[in-house]
């Protein structure tokens, strides 16, 4: 039968199952499992339409579709998602790559720029604290070469999922070191006042927070939950970071809204001159920059 159903029959089917199941975007969501049930993607989907789904592919959207009905969320259900030039292996062991982080990137980018402006010969040292699937750190690597990075995280598993992604970027892997432990333990000692980037995105939810169910129920808590408070693991990061980084190096931080002012003063005390707070695209202060 499947043999002869085009994919566009499958694709209504998607919307109609996904909004009776309340996904709050179904058409978007049931474009995502088509494409990759079809294998095709972007234009290449118009023309897939109208073409009979083949028994294996049918069987593959069956199981997704299933599996998002019941609540699974989409990027678990597709095993990878974009970040920025990125298509990252994305399951239930780290947490998933969103918009909010893409900013994050973008900042410490921009920090990294800055200090090749004033050393263009030098290769920079940058180091991605809790890495989880690797988002911000491999984006570094793969964006701005002659950039080392450290990607590291207290969690086996999460490192397991760093290192696939970090199998799929080519060259710029050349590049990469990865090491297990929590935040700077992770490091060897001789890069103690050697690293001019720290970027994390911590955990920073206290365990009272109102999480969606989808974040609460399939993402680890660990990379969630640092403390009862939420700012543990931000504090942390901070009062380490003059240690490691050398002079004029800087700290780059995703945390909550709430979060910004107080971790901002944090940076000030433990000695950073120059702190900056910056807004994600929804106008949410999302991220602290810090320079030594």
């Not at 999460?158 to 710029?172: P, S």
Request: aromatic share 6%; charged share 25%.
């Amino acid at each position: 039968m499947s043999d002869t159903v085009p994919w566009r029959d499958f694709l209504a089917e998607a919307v109609e199952r996904l909004t009776a199941a309340g996904v709050a975007a179904p058409e978007a969501e049931a474009r995502w499992l088509v494409e990759e049930a079809a294998g095709a993607e972007g234009p290449e989907l118009a023309a897939a339409l109208g073409r009979p789904a083949g028994r294996r592919g049918v069987a593959h959207f069956d199981r997704m579709l299933a599996r998002r009905e019941a609540g699974e969320p989409l990027q678990h259900v597709l095993g990878h998602w974009p970040f920025r030039s990125l298509d990252l292996l994305v399951d239930a062991r780290v947490l998933i790559p969103r918009p909010e982080t893409e900013v994050v990137a973008e900042v410490a980018l921009g920090e990294l720029d800055r200090l090749r402006a004033h050393a263009p010969d030098r290769p920079l040292i940058a180091v991605d604290l809790g890495t989880g699937s690797g988002a911000i750190g491999l984006a570094l690597a793969v964006e701005r070469p002659r950039v080392q990075v450290w990607l590291t995280d207290v969690s086996a598993e999460a490192l397991d999922v760093a290192r696939a992604n970090l199998a799929g970027v080519g060259r710029a892997a050349t590049r990469v070191r990865v090491a297990a432990g929590s935040w700077y333990a992770a490091l060897p000692a001789e890069l103690a006042g050697a690293v001019d980037l720290v970027v994390s995105n911590p955990p920073y939810v206290a365990p009272d927070d109102d999480l969606p169910a989808e974040v609460a129920d399939w993402e680890p808590r660990a990379a969630l939950v640092p403390g009862p408070t939420g700012y543990e693991a931000l504090e942390a990061v901070v009062d380490e970071a003059p240690a490691w980084l050398a002079p004029g190096g800087a700290l780059v931080l995703e945390l909550a809204p709430w979060q910004a002012e107080p971790i901002a003063e944090r940076c000030r005390r433990v000695g950073f001159g120059d702190v900056r707070v910056e807004r994600d695209l929804t106008g949410r202060d999302r991220a602290v920059a810090a320079r030594r």
